[in-house]
């Protein structure tokens, strides 16, 4: 069984990703927590139902497509964050950057409380509209946390993942990583289990670029097939955007030749161009190729060299330094640059030219970062062209809004817009999105995807069109506001004394997600606030879980039903394994403060009787005093004891000094992020120091409108597969069920249509027409394919008949026998059936058998009777793949001459030609022909031994 869900991204408009993946026994999988721009909670109320549910979770991107709800995730729904999340390296690295940049450039990535939790709160103002209150974000060190949790994998590399405790087992279920060539990292997933194999593609790109290779769909000689991991799925999900988009005729050379075409005349004539991009994934390709266009720029007179190249972001550093350190995910080229500048220098050691010239990938001589609005307003104030890459493509956050703010007057400015953006959501566009339209008006391309078959090779002109855009700055609640969100949290801890009293089990959990009030008594009351209110909206969540029994079934629950079900006192352990068969234990973390190590030690906990008393009296007679005595060098201060030089200044209520807070806070280099960039004096901080409010804040909307005098350029660095792409992959791929999601409605029924032509007859000619199907944002399909199987035992008097033959892993035998019912299974089987007797389950096994279930069926030998008239051995087969190039090996080993000629015919001796088919068959053809000496030339014999020898030979039983 195999049921799709998509949650997100579907027949819509919006980017945002989200798929649900349902198997056999209560598997479900979660692809992509994916989130748009407007930082909606109510697109997240879906996946919130299955969060108890869910086995594990697997990231394709590190964007916010696909990703951005992640550490919201984490923070405001319970039991996400103990669900098992995998991903490939830089998804996690880049992914982590990008939600860092995303909560310090705008304040509504934390989200607004939804009105309906508040309806209850606000009986008495129903006259006033809900105000706007933010929820409390999660911190640069809460993100890092979140994603140091993710398990990495690696490419082609399977993986049997590990499911949530509370879900059911996955039994032998496993996934393997493909690089999809999107992004860094970026990830086409391959899940099997039983029959079922499930390729899930979504935003792929089989073209080469400068730093990443392409998807990896094609192997073998010549790349001219499908990888076996990919080929023939039962289902293959795939995205329909970009399905209608013409490739640029030139590729990738005459992409880049228009880009800079259009920087240098810009450049010349004095304006300044802003490139909007991501902040982790595609700007990596643009930084890369500006970087070495001014570096291949030859002398000062050239127009690169007269303008400043920046990369404004507030995780750019951290970005970098990420892709420094992977390089062996990037391309070839890459790598083989970063080998040959190695070489160089150590060559050449003493020439100190060759050390200035010389520099590994992305180490940028010319392209400088921007992290705080301090330096990109002094990047604004200095004269000259300039060239400005800025997050974040959509406008809506990020320093790529104030830089067009400021260049929008002049008409000597340039935008070059690098995607066609999506809109925020069904109410709002966004200015990435107005943009584009704006373009698309005075371009004169009128369809989506019409602007990559013609570009047109100039800028137009804003004309003066205006457009507006959505300001959000936030305020403290005060009066009436900060009324309604206190009856809110008396309300939530009202919630949590019942639901302590009435959930039972379950009501552990919650201890594990809500800190008790008397460990909170040491924290100050400035952040009591804060958590406060990220512990109300997580007993919110709680109760809703309960109210619907958490989603689970009875036999979702496994064991656990014991405990979470009222009235259960019994639970069957027959042929259950491991936990099943233990009594469910649930520990409180109530009063921990710990990490993944355990609880943290504190030493007073471990002193004897006498030094408690003598540190009793020294506290005594130090309060009667009024001094703290200082220790001399080298002595050791006693637990929570700091030193004279940190006393004047408040203190705590832990009895840690605010300086000491402050030092904690400051940028150092955790898990590969360096926190809030490179520092360059305190007086740059000083100046980005905004208003902070202590406590619940509100967000207040106002719209500004932007006067568009400058022009606009439309240049496609997506880095998503086109039309070619899928009408020749798809039918190599030949899944049995295609399901299209990620693109608008146009696109996938467009694309729909085309597969349905494509995929009516196979290669062959035989008809096996695939399904297509197209699911919009919250219906399940049924995608599970048809086949007949059935598990079955072998007796031990058969199983000593077999010859078993190892084909890549596995055994596989041709056999004949006789279908015995399972209670009839003899010997071996009278074993397991005493211990069940000893363990006194007769009774259940009795009503077993009168409700007609019976056990597994049994393969046994054929009786003697019936061998006369029954065949008892099968005829030899052949298993196997063989790949053209082994053939060549093993033939040129022999002496023979093999080359490949054509489309992937391989020729031996000039006589014998092996072709294959797409469904891997072989076809030999050639002629007896005499040698030189008046002998048969045995070509074609060889040729046909080779491959028989190549593939297993199955023999009857």
């Known amino acids: 069984m195999f049921n799709f869900t998509p949650l997100l991204g579907a027949q819509s408009s919006e980017a945002a990703s989200q798929s649900l993946l349902e198997l056999d026994g209560g598997i479900k999988i979660l692809v992509d927590v994916g989130w748009n721009n407007d930082f909606d909670t109510n697109l997240l109320k879906q996946l919130e139902k299955h969060v108890p549910t869910l086995s594990f979770i697997l990231l394709t991107h590190a964007t916010s497509s696909h990703l951005g709800a992640y550490a919201h995730c984490c923070k405001h729904i319970p039991l996400f964050s103990r669900v098992p999340v995998y991903a490939t390296e830089p998804v996690i690295a880049l992914g982590r950057t990008l939600l860092q940049d995303v909560y310090a450039s705008t304040p509504l990535a934390a989200s607004i409380l939804a009105p309906s939790v508040l309806s209850e709160a606000v009986y008495t103002f129903r006259d006033n509209p809900a105000p706007s209150i933010l929820l409390q974000p999660p911190t640069q060190v809460e993100i890092a946390g979140y994603f140091n949790r993710i398990h990495s994998l690696k490419y082609s590399q399977p993986h049997e993942p590990s499911p949530t405790p509370s879900t059911p087992p996955l039994g032998g279920l496993t996934i393997t990583a493909y690089s999809a060539g999107h992004t860094l990292g970026g990830t086409i997933w391959h899940i099997q289990y039983g029959l079922e194999s499930v390729v899930y593609a979504v935003d792929w790109n089989q073209a080469r670029e400068h730093i990443l290779s392409g998807a990896a769909w094609l192997g073998g000689i010549g790349a001219s097939e499908v990888i076996e991991g990919l080929r023939r799925p039962t289902a293959l999900i795939c995205s329909s955007k970009g399905s209608q988009r013409v490739a640029l005729t030139g590729g990738r050379k005459k992409r880049d030749e228009l880009l800079l075409q259009l920087i240098k005349e810009t450049i010349q004539n004095g304006g300044t161009v802003l490139i909007p ?69 150590g060559k050449n050691a003493d020439d100190k030219q060759v050390h200035k010239t010389s520099k590994a990938p992305f180490e940028f001589a010319f392209l400088k970062v921007l992290e705080r609005k301090s330096q990109v307003n002094r990047a604004l104030s200095r004269e000259g062209p300039k060239v400005i890459i800025a997050s974040d493509s959509s406008l809506e956050w990020g320093f790529s ?71 959000v700055r936030v305020e403290q609640l005060a009066g009436q506001e900060l009324s309604v969100y206190q009856q809110y949290l008396a309300q939530q801890r009202q919630i949590l004394t019942t639901l302590n009293a009435d959930r039972g089990g379950t009501a552990l959990e919650v201890a ?22 990220g512990k109300a909206l997580n007993v919110t969540a709680v109760m809703a879980h309960g109210r619907h029994k958490l989603g689970l079934t009875d036999a979702e629950l496994g064991i656990d039903i014991l405990i979470r079900r009222k009235g259960h006192y019994d639970w069957d352990v027959v042929a259950k394994k491991g936990r099943e068969r233990i009594f469910p234990f649930i520990t409180s973390k109530r009063n921990q403060r710990a990490d993944e190590y355990g609880d943290i030690i504190r030493p007073e ?28 060098v080298g002595e050791k201060r006693k637990w929570d004891e700091v030193g004279a030089d ?56 106002s719209t500004k409108s932007i006067s568009l005098n400058l022009r606009l350029a439309y240049i496609d660095f997506s880095g998503i597969h086109d039309k070619r792409s899928l009408q020749m992959l798809i039918p190599l791929i030949r899944p049995r069920k295609l399901i299209l999601v990620g693109g608008e409605s146009d696109e996938t029924m467009a694309l729909e249509s085309d597969c349905r032509q494509l995929l009516s007859l196979d290669t062959d000619g035989s008809d096996h027409s695939t399904d297509i199907l197209a699911p919009a944002i919250g219906v399940s399909i049924d995608a599970s394919v048809d086949t007949n199987a059935w598990s079955v035992k072998l007796s031990k008097s058969l199983l000593k008949r077999l010859h078993w033959q190892n084909v890549r892993g596995l055994g596989v035998v041709a ?14 089987e009278e074993e397991n059936t005493k211990k069940k007797l000893k363990t006194g389950n007769d009774s259940i096994e009795g009503q077993a058998q009168q409700n007609g279930v019976q056990g597994t069926p049994i393969l046994d030998t054929v009786a003697l009777g019936m061998s006369s008239i029954t065949r008892t051995a099968a ?60 002998r048969l030339d045995g070509t074609f014999y060889e040729t046909k031994r080779k491959v028989y020898d190549m593939l297993a030979v199955v023999s009857g039983a």
């Not at 107005?434 to 005075?442: A, G, Q």
């Not at 594990?512 to 606030?529: F, L, P, Q, Y």
């Open 401 to 471: 809004r104030a830089f067009l703010e400021y260049i929008a007057h002049d008409e000597k400015n340039l935008v070059i817009l690098t995607e066609r953006t999506s809109p925020i959501s069904k109410s709002h566009q966004g200015l990435g999105r107005k943009l584009y339209e704006v373009w698309s008006r005075k371009s004169g391309i009128k369809g989506l995807d019409d602007a990559s078959e013609d570009p047109p090779a100039k800028a137009f002109g804003g004309g003066g069109a205006e457009i507006t855009g959505r300001h």
């Open 512 to 533: 594990d997600i809500v800190e008790d009030d008397s460990s909170e008594s040491s924290e100050s009351t400035e952040d009591e606030d804060e958590e406060q209110q």
């Open 875 to 934: 005829q030899p087969i052949h298993v196997g793949d063989i790949r053209l190039a082994d053939l060549r090996k093993a033939l040129q080993a022999e002496q023979n001459t093999a080359e490949f000629r054509g489309e992937g015919t391989l020729v031996i001796n000039n006589t014998v030609a092996v072709r294959k088919s797409g469904t891997g068959r072989i076809e030999v053809e050639g002629m007896v022909t005499l040698g030189a000496m008046g």
């Open 605 to 632: 906990d471990y002193l004897r009787a006498e030094e408690k008393e003598r540190d009793d009296a020294d506290g005594v007679e130090n309060t009667q005093h009024g001094a703290t005595k200082e220790a001399a």
């Open 277 to 345: 991009s991501d902040s982790s994934a595609r700007v990596l390709e643009l930084a890369y190729l500006l970087e070495d266009a001014w570096t291949q720029a030859k002398g000062e007179d050239d127009a690169l060299r007269q303008a400043q190249l920046y990369m404004a972001s507030a995780s750019g550093n951290s970005t970098i330094y990420n892709a420094r350190r992977m390089l062996e995910w990037m391309d070839s080229d890459i790598v083989r640059e970063f080998e040959n500048q190695a070489a160089q220098m």
């Open 815 to 828: 056999l004949s026998a006789c279908l015995r019912p399972g209670e009839d299974d003899p010997g071996g």
């Open 646 to 701: 940190s006393m004047p200044g408040k203190r705590l209520a832990n009895g840690i000094s605010r300086r000491r807070r402050a030092d904690e806070n400051r940028p150092e280099p955790m898990n590969g992020v360096l926190m809030n960039g490179d520092a360059e004096s305190e007086a740059d901080e000083s100046e980005d120091e905004e208003d902070e409010f202590n406590g619940p804040v509100k967000a207040i909307f």
